[in-house]
Every structure is written in C-alpha cells, then in structure tokens.
C-alpha cells in the first residue's frame, strides 16, 4: 500500500485553483470559468523519481518504503466563498499540507490569503503550506515588494504558475510533495 495524504488548495474564488488543479492532474486547461461549488476531489500518484533525492528524512528504511511503495495525493479544490465556507470546513480535517492560492491580476485575492491561512491553521493543524502566485499570464496587479514582504513574513516558500501556460505547475506540486513527505518521522 502506497503512503497518501489529502492536500487542499485554498484561497478566494477566481484564482484560478481548479485550473492549476485540472492541469497538473489531467494536463488540461479551460478558458471557461466554472465556479467551484463545496470542493473538487482528484488523485494524483507523485512520481518520486523526481523528488526522492531531495528528500530530507533522516531514516532510510522509510525512505526505501516510500521508494518502493509510491505516494499518493489527494487533491481537494475548496471552493472561495469565503460566505459559504462554513459548509466546506471539514474539508480541512486531516490535510496533510496546502497551497494558498491568489492571482495574480487581482490584489483582494492577495488581500486575503491571511484569512486562507488562519483557517488552513484553525482546522488542519501546523501542515507544510506554499503560497502560490497564479496567472502570470494576466497584466499583474499586485506590488512584488508586497508579496516578497508577506512571503518573508510568513516564512514560507512561493511560486509563481500560469495554469494556462503550464508555467511551474508541476514544480509547486513536487515542492509541496517534497515538504509533505520530509515531515514524515
């Protein structure tokens, strides 16, 4: 049986979450726009290969285990209405790590990722995060001064992506991998 865990992508609707999502598992991008009602569900199988060599768990035999037996991630897609988001909460229950989402072209959707974290914190616990940048593809909005300030605020690594472009989407998802997996004992 391979090791697994549940990963949830957060943040304001509109941020382009189910994109990233749809192209990392499925590589498949929509100009259509289908807000995300409760949460998406996908499973990805990690391709280790990749990413075992900067594995940083200091026990080998469960470093051979993950090896041999793979890693798989379950993907949650929560959907951004911050309103609604009462309904969603258990969809943090037992996440193993995070990606707090915002886009690029629209500074609210920066404007809120503390709220993102306070409940990631709240209800999954102290779990490896990443904040994500997306649509780069789009005229930016945002300062980079102000994320570059969050960033170094939160302690926390941040990719930039464009779902649309394919532009570091599978590196954000194996840097969270990574991240995941180093906290295992």
Known sequence: ???????????????????????????????????????????????????????????????????QKGFKLYFWDIGGQTDKLWANEYYFVQAVGAMVIFSLDKVSSFEQIDFWISKLKELSGDVPYIIIGNKTDLKRELNEDNIKSKVKELGVEYFETSAKLDENVDKVFETLSVQILNKLK
């Open 1 to 67: 049986m391979s090791y697994r865990g549940k990963v949830i992508l957060c943040g304001d609707a509109g941020v382009g979450k189910t994109s990233l999502l749809a192209q990392y598992v499925d590589n498949q991008f929509s100009e259509e726009y289908h807000q995300t009602i409760g949460a998406n569900f996908l499973i990805k199988e990690i391709d280790l290969s990749k990413v075992i060599d900067k594995l940083d768990i200091k026990n080998p035999k469960l470093k051979k285990d993950i090896k």
